[in-house]
């Protein structure tokens, strides 16, 4: 049994080949576009390279945009992928194919919350238990405010409260 060689396509890597969505042939014939401005140009190399995923969709003009994301609608390629390649939003591929493209409605993910790092609490005696005091409009206490001051003094000298005693130690 012998294999049949796979067709070569001139111009495409050879793993691309497989999915690789022809537009032109091998004479690049000239394509005219009946728009309500008029006959438009279009350039078939250029749609075939943003189809295929190697050119940017920014580059193209409106009319070729339309006529990639024509293209690829009728290949069932996904409206995202059409949009990204094409550089055209989901919005505007709705406008130019009312009915046959349905976007997909993110909802928001209900099952599953995000929950902070527990934290110890802050607790007297401690720079964060006299911002706690503080937060809460609360007295702040004698304690946390020695600590507060010792951090103060910690950071004026060092630059930074990374480090800074928890707790001024009692004297005995």
């Known amino acids: 049994m012998r294999l049949q060689p796979r067709t070569i396509i001139p111009g495409v890597p050879v793993g691309r080949q497989r999915d690789w969505i022809p537009v032109t042939t091998f004479a690049v014939p000239t394509v005219w576009l009946a728009t309500a401005d008029g006959l438009v140009l279009l350039d078939l190399i250029a749609v075939e390279l943003a189809v295929n995923g190697l050119r940017d969709g920014w580059t193209l003009t409106r009319d070729e945009k339309w006529f990639a994301a024509r293209l690829m609608l009728d290949r069932k390629v996904p409206y995202s992928t059409i949009s990204t390649r094409v550089g055209a939003s989901g919005t505007t591929l709705v406008e130019w194919f009312p009915g046959e493209i349905e976007p997909i409605v993110i909802r928001p993910d209900r099952g599953r919350k995000r929950r902070r790092k527990p934290t110890p609490s802050p607790f007297c005696g401690t720079r964060s238990g006299h911002r706690r005091h503080i937060r809460l409009r609360e007295r702040v ?11 103060d003094r910690f950071y004026r000298e060092h630059g930074t409260y990374v480090g800074a005693p928890l707790a001024k130690a009692a004297a005995p």
Do not use: L, T, V, Y
Not at 145 to 151: F, M, P, V
């Open 141 to 151: 206490c004698q304690p946390c405010r020695d600590a507060k001051r010792e951090a």
